[in-house]
């Protein structure tokens, strides 16, 4: 193989992994219940091929579960939340949604409040509103 053809292939082989760092991590979803006065959060999450189920949160209780990304990179995980008589539902992860800033090192934190859902975002070093309930 000439020095060119071999450096292509270094080139191509350094994207495909780059690319496919989304594939390779083992990502983590957090839900926290930031709600005052002892509120509980119903929470269930879900993506096509897994149904996480309900689970109600106390105060400051974190639920939260790992998977790995399919190789189309179109994995999806979506969650109704409900507290007293608000409801909604969220998309919470998905390969478009920024997950350097908001997944960094493959972890996602969310935090319900009484205004909305927020998320952890790296860039910013603290929480962002994402979510107002409807
Ligand atoms: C907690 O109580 C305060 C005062 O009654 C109220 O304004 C607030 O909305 C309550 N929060 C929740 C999550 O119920
Ligand atoms: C995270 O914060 C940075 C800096 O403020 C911002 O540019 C970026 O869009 C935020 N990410 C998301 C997914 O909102």
Redesign the pocket.
């Known amino acids: 193989m000439s020095r060119y053809n071999s450096s292509v292939l270094l080139l191509l082989l350094a994207l495909a992994l780059s690319e496919s760092s989304v594939v390779l991590s083992k990502w983590h979803v957090h839900i926290v219940n930031g709600l005052s006065n002892n509120t509980i959060l119903n929470v269930h999450c879900q993506s096509k091929n897994d149904d996480l189920g309900w689970h109600a949160l106390a105060a400051e209780e974190d639920f939260n579960w790992a998977f790995h990304m399919n190789i189309f990179r179109t994995t999806l995980f979506f969650c109704y939340m409900q507290w007293k008589e608000v409801k909604g539902s969220f998309k919470v992860f998905s390969v478009d949604?920024?997950l350097h800033?908001?997944c960094y090192d493959s972890v996602c934190t969310y935090r319900a409040e009484e205004k909305g859902v927020y998320v952890y975002?790296e860039?910013?070093k603290g929480y962002?509103l994402v979510y107002l309930w409807p």
């Open positions: 949604m920024g800033t908001i975002n860039s910013m962002l």
